[in-house]
């Protein structure tokens, strides 16, 4: 742990160990060195940069998204803030409630450069543009550095800044700079020697055409499959609502199904943009998670910049697809675009609202399906979905209690629900599962099934499958055997696989 001399504040007449006086509403040096501490070391002192570098992640941009998560209205603010300059944004930023420095990515390259640092003697200090508030917490949670330099109300230690307070201390070339991107290469223009790691290419080009010396530190790439998580490639199952009204209208055409087709695209890219969102809002709760801590965001395999480049071309190739099938499926997409960023700001935090607006993002794509292929839905079919897949986001939440109570964790902070309601939670997942059950029944038995099917009583064996199925659901999460999305589990339990494709026999013997 950093807990020595260096730790003491400067005081309004003292001096750093390169002369000069720093006045604290002026200066980004908080943690002062003094010269007997540097002559100690058998080498130059060693620089890390922490934003990209230390960690694989930026905290201005997880602060803000943490307090929008929470205070949508809190944008005002943060622009507020930004027209007296980013320093004041970031001191506006710097008390995040979710913050934890235990659970953010760091790069284990530069934690281990750092310690064969310590071990030939060198000195380690943490530079960030990040406010001094947040990288305090994370040098004392890591206890590996010296001292630190950051952000106050009034200054951002940020490219030039940055340089000319480490030169100030340490002497031009006379500390080693270990950064990330272009922010740094003024730094890296002053240090004696240049460590980058995960640079762009013209960050990269520039180093070389330095007279630096530069040495580049290995790091992971995102692959396609690390894109594909976390554009949730694998949740596009669900879209595949949207041919239900085309099987049960039995008005399967070539133009029905390439419609069907476009509005199947249509929202998984809008779902996609929405799910990448959700984890930016969600980076704190997402990293205590027992399996959400590994989705690319969280875990920093891909930048969070990068996430959030990827929300509009998402988002406007989704209005592009809708609007070129038609105006009012346009419309509908808009309307599931709106409930779910509603969902991801606000509504999943309120108790049983949150279950309803996931029932009723699931019916629109039914519904949405239906406007994409001019197919009048059925009443009965809007019921039953919404009373399903009420009683899968019920599971859903079960699932997520009972993992919180079998661990002994506290009552979840970012949902409206207490570990005591895991039974309660359970009984309204059953009794909506049942009633879905109802509602088909009394669908099969209506005028409308008799004239489309020849053996409409071919469908009552539907009934016990939907029973079993269900109950078998919920069992298995009481068994703890299912995973957080039931949604999911469905697609890869071969069980649930296998009542879908006898369902479907079942209707085609019907027909």
Request: proline letters at 5%; a neutral charge; charged letters at 20%.
């Amino acid at each position: 742990m950093a807990h020595s001399k260096l730790n003491q504040p400067l005081s309004e007449s003292g001096a750093s160990s390169g002369g000069a006086l720093h006045d604290p509403h002026e200066s980004a040096l908080v943690m002062p060195l003094d010269s007997a501490s540097l002559t100690q070391a058998r080498s130059r002192p060693l620089v890390v940069d922490l934003d990209g570098t230390l960690i694989a992640s930026d905290l201005l941009i997880e602060a803000a998204f943490s307090e929008l998560g929470r205070r949508p209205q809190a944008l005002v603010e943060m622009l507020s803030a930004l027209k007296s300059g980013k320093a004041a944004l970031k001191h506006r930023l710097s008390e995040p409630v979710d913050f934890d420095p235990g659970t953010l990515p760091y790069d284990p390259e530069v934690l281990a450069f750092i310690r064969q640092a310590k071990a030939e003697g060198s000195s380690v200090y943490l530079a960030s543009a990040s406010h001094e508030k947040l990288v305090s917490r994370i040098a004392d949670h890591l206890g590996i550095f010296d001292g630190w330099f950051a952000s106050n109300e009034t200054v951002n230690l940020a490219g030039e800044k940055k340089a000319g307070q480490l030169v100030e201390v340490f002497g031009a070339r006379g500390f080693d700079y270990v950064g990330n991107d272009a922010a740094d290469l003024p730094v890296w223009k002053n240090a004696a020697r240049a460590i980058a790691i995960r640079a762009p290419a013209g960050v990269r080009k520039e180093l070389l055409s330095s007279d630096t010396p530069v040495e580049h530190l290995s790091h992971a790439r995102p692959t396609w499959r690390t894109w594909a998580r976390m554009l949730r490639v694998h949740q596009y199952a669900k879209n595949a609502l949207v041919f239900i009204p085309l099987l049960t209208s039995h008005h399967l055409t070539l133009d029905t199904i390439g419609s069907a087709l476009a509005a199947f695209v249509a929202f998984s890219l809008c779902a996609s943009s929405i799910y990448i969102l959700n984890d930016l809002v969600d980076l704190q709760d997402d990293r205590r998670h027992r399996s959400k801590c590994r989705r690319p965001l969280a875990c920093g395999a891909i930048p969070l910049m990068h996430g959030i480049m990827a929300i509009p071309i998402l988002f406007l190739g989704a209005l592009a697809v809708a609007a070129a099938l038609s105006l009012p499926f346009l419309g509908v997409l808009l309307g599931y675009f709106a409930l779910t960023t509603a969902y991801s700001f606000a509504l999943k935090r309120l108790m049983v609202i949150d279950v309803i607006t996931l029932a009723g993002l699931y019916s629109i794509r039914v519904f949405g399906g239906a406007v994409a292929t001019n197919v009048v839905v059925s009443e009965w079919l809007l019921a039953f979905c919404m009373m399903i897949f009420m009683s899968l986001a019920l599971i859903k939440r079960y699932v997520e209690i009972a993992a919180r109570r079998d661990a002994n964790l506290p009552d979840p902070s970012g949902r409206d629900y207490k570990n005591s309601d895991l039974d309660v939670v359970a009984a309204l997942a059953a009794g909506a599962g049942l009633n879905a059950v109802t509602v088909f029944t009394l669908y099969i038995s209506s005028e409308t099934v008799k004239r489309l099917y020849t053996h409409p009583k071919v469908l009552w064996l539907v009934a016990p499958l939907l029973m079993y199925w269900i109950a078998r659901t919920l069992l298995l999460a009481s068994r703890r055997q299912m995973d957080d999305d039931p949604v999911v589990f469905a697609i890869k339990d071969k069980v649930s696989l296998g009542i879908v494709a006898l369902t479907g026999l079942l209707m085609l013997a019907a027909v």
